[in-house]
Structure formats: structure tokens, C-alpha cells
DNA sequence: CGTACGGAACGCAAAGGCTT
DNA sequence: AAGCCTTTGCGTTCCGTACG
């Protein structure tokens, strides 16, 4: 009986918020960000609406607090957002929307608000959920970060280092997965019961790091803001671990999951990973028919997928290429579009228990 | 000499226009 | 609805340079 170690669990309720917790910017849902000021202190926020035709399209703020602002730094702050153009971003891309953000923190700031859980980070935390049931030491992880870069596919260089772009980058992400606050309404179980309960959490929280060798002057958040540094080795804490077990809501993975990035390819587009977390997160709304059915409608499906471009038979394309691949490697058994009025076609997802179930 | 960058080449595939 | 083609964004890698 004892699958032991095949599989590990990933929390429902994080598993219910994450794709809407990693919705692009060219998700018709997102709204500008904004920087608001209040008594707990200075933020910057994203606000993603519900869409009221499906109710796994929960509504979430994501933000960052902005610690130790003297109001000078404030005014300079929100001189600098000024020079934020979303529009642009979204039609020729992220770095020309920030390209007249001169101070480079706060175009990493931005940048991180408007990329938060991109496959890339999503496979990050898969990562730390897998560690977490191998080290079974409750929600704290502790890994070394050329293990991480390793899952993660990079390769190294001939000395057997990582380049510093690629070690930069993972201190980023894990930065912004620390201290991205997701805020979003506790009422996510049955829907009806419109409780007032307000959820903020962090995907996690960076309890300690360590350099090897010599000592430097190691400082997180300037190596994120400023830098190109990476520390040797993190212990994190899991935020939303917290009771996965005592609660029984999880979803358990395969661990032969691929958290590996491809060659020449963008973290943006990742379908694979985007389509395999939707899954388990629709597992967790709708219930599997007969145990291992989901159907889904095209259009939620492409609009998390992030298949926003107007050329339909290209976004077909590449939905079914990803169905195929996801097939290949055994997450889906079957899948068949079911027939429905235009506009409305569902598709009709057996999934393979063996790699992705729920408790 | 190693470290910490920045510039630039490279390669993939998305987007979107065009054609049929 | 589908295929072809060009442009383009962007992650990765390689390399030059400044600096201690």
C-alpha cells in the first residue's frame, strides 16, 4: 500500500488561487497596478477582477509592501511610476513598458509585479513542494541553489558554475515569491457563503540563507534590487503548507514532474506547465466526474493558457500540441473536444490518477 | 587573477498579416 | 479554417571590460 515518495502533495487552496495568482498582464481580468498608501504602510498592487461566468475565476490582489519609505522616497517613487506605459507592455512587451523607468529597483519591482508565477517561478515552488515531502520537515525547505538551477534545466558553464544571469535571476524569483502578498477572500470553498475572512499570504517566506567559502556582504533584498548575486543555499518556509496534511486538501504530482525550462524557449510561454497547473487547479473546483473527468470550456482553457492572440486556428494549435504533450508523458489519458454551441466547446480531460489526484 | 557586470549574438516560437 | 512568412520578444549564452 505504501506508495511512499512517488507523488507529493501540493495544497488545494494555493493550487485553487494559482493561476489566477499568476494571470498576465494581457489577461482581460488584470487591472493596471497601482501604488496605494495606508495605515499598515506604502504598497504596490495588482488587482485581478472575477469574472463572474465561472467561479474558479476568483478575484485576488497580488502586492508588494514597500518597507522603510521616508516621503521623499515616496514622491521619487511615484514620479517613476508615472514613466510605467501598461500599454506598451502589453503590445511590444515588458522591457519597453519599463524602459523609461530609469532607477533600477524599481524596474525590477515592476517587472516582478507584472511577471509573478510565470511557469518559470511556478516550477520553482513544484520544486520546493517535491523537497518538502522528500526532507519531511513540515513547511521549511532548505536547497542548494545550483540543485534548483539544475532542475531547472540550466546548464552550467565549463568551470560547472551557473552564468550570472541565470543565479540572478533564481534570487529574484525567490525574492518575489517571498515578498509578493496575495490577498484574496477566504470564501473560496463553497462559493456561497460570502465570508468576510481576507487571506493574505506569501507563496513563502525566506527564513534564512548561507554563502560558502568567503563571507561577502551578502544582502537579499539589494541583491534583488540592485545585483546579480545568488546566495549558495536557502531554507524557506512554505506559507500555504501550513495544515495540507490535517486538512486532507492537496492534490498529489508525479514526482517525475519536469520543472526543466527549454532551451531557446520563454518562461511566458511554457504551455505545458500552465496547462498542467490549471488542471489541478480545476480538479480542485469542479469535482472529477466519475473520478477522473474534468470538462472545461475552450474559452477558460485558452484564457489560462494565456492564449489571448486573435488568430483562433494558432491558439487550437498550440492548445492541442500541449494536450499531446501532456498525454505523451501520461498526466492526461484522454481527451476529446465535447460538441457544444460555438464559442462554448468544452473539452472533455481523463486524467491519469497515477500522476496527478486528488487525496 | 577572480568577480561583477553589460553588450550582443543566437535561437526559438508567438503574433499577426496575407493568401487560398 | 489552415498554412506560409516576416517580424519581434525575450531567455540563454558567450565574451569583453572595469575593478579590486
Redesign the pocket.
Known amino acids: 500500500m505504501s506508495k511512499e515518495h512517488t507523488a507529493f502533495p501540493v495544497d488545494g487552496q494555493l493550487l485553487m488561487v494559482l493561476p489566477r495568482a499568476g494571470a498576465s498582464i494581457r489577461n482581460p481580468d488584470v487591472q493596471q497596478p497601482i501604488l496605494r498608501a495606508d495605515a499598515d504602510g506604502y504598497y504596490l498592487e495588482m488587482r485581478v477582477n472575477a469574472d463572474p461566468k465561472d467561479e474558479s475565476e476568483v478575484a485576488l490582489t497580488r502586492r508588494v509592501q514597500l518597507e522603510e519609505l521616508s516621503a521623499q522616497e515616496w514622491e521619487e517613487l511615484k514620479a517613476q511610476y508615472a514613466n510605467l506605459n501598461l500599454k506598451v507592455c502589453t503590445e511590444?512587451?515588458?522591457?519597453?513598458g519599463l524602459e523609461k523607468i530609469q532607477d533600477?529597483r524599481v524596474q525590477r519591482l515592476f517587472k516582478a509585479l507584472l511577471?509573478f508565477l510565470?511557469p518559470?517561478q511556478v516550477a520553482i515552488v513544484l520544486f520546493l513542494y517535491k523537497e518538502a515531502r522528500e526532507q519531511d520537515n513540515g513547511s521549511l525547505v532548505s536547497f542548494r541553489s545550483n540543485d534548483l538551477l539544475e532542475s531547472?534545466g540550466?546548464?552550467r558553464?565549463k568551470d560547472g558554475s551557473f552564468?550570472?544571469?541565470?543565479r540572478s535571476?533564481l534570487n529574484q524569483d525567490l525574492v518575489a515569491l517571498h515578498r509578493t502578498e496575495l490577498v484574496f477572500a477566504k470564501s473560496l470553498k463553497k462559493g456561497n457563503t460570502m465570508g468576510a475572512k481576507v487571506i493574505v499570504k506569501s507563496i513563502l517566506r525566506i527564513r534564512d540563507y548561507e554563502i560558502d567559502n568567503v563571507p561577502?556582504d551578502f544582502d537579499l533584498a539589494k541583491a534583488a534590487d540592485?545585483?546579480?548575486?545568488l546566495a549558495d543555499a536557502y531554507t524557506v518556509a512554505l506559507e500555504f503548507f501550513e495544515g495540507s496534511e490535517r486538512t486532507g486538501d492537496y492534490i498529489l504530482f508525479s514526482n517525475s514532474i519536469d520543472t526543466k525550462?527549454?532551451?531557446?524557449?520563454?518562461?511566458?510561454?511554457d504551455?505545458k506547465m500552465k496547462l498542467l497547473v490549471y488542471l489541478a487547479s480545476r480538479m480542485k473546483w469542479d469535482k472529477l466526474i466519475d473520478g477522473q473527468y474534468l470538462v472545461i470550456s475552450k474559452q477558460y482553457l485558452f484564457k489560462n493558457l494565456?492564449?489571448?492572440?486573435?488568430?483562433?486556428?494558432?491558439?487550437?494549435?498550440?492548445l492541442w500540441r500541449t494536450i499531446e504533450e501532456l498525454q505523451a508523458i501520461g498526466y492526461i489519458l484522454d481527451a476529446q473536444e465535447l460538441p457544444g454551441k460555438r464559442k462554448m466547446t468544452s473539452i472533455q480531460f481523463q486524467i491519469n490518477p497515477e500522476k496527478l489526484r486528488c487525496n
Open positions: 511590444e512587451g515588458i522591457s519597453k533600477r511577471t510565470n518559470r531547472l540550466y546548464t558553464a552564468t550570472a544571469r541565470s535571476q561577502r540592485y545585483t546579480y548575486e525550462q527549454k532551451l531557446g524557449s520563454n518562461a511566458k510561454h504551455y494565456d492564449l489571448l492572440g486573435s488568430n483562433l486556428s494558432r491558439n487550437n494549435q498550440i
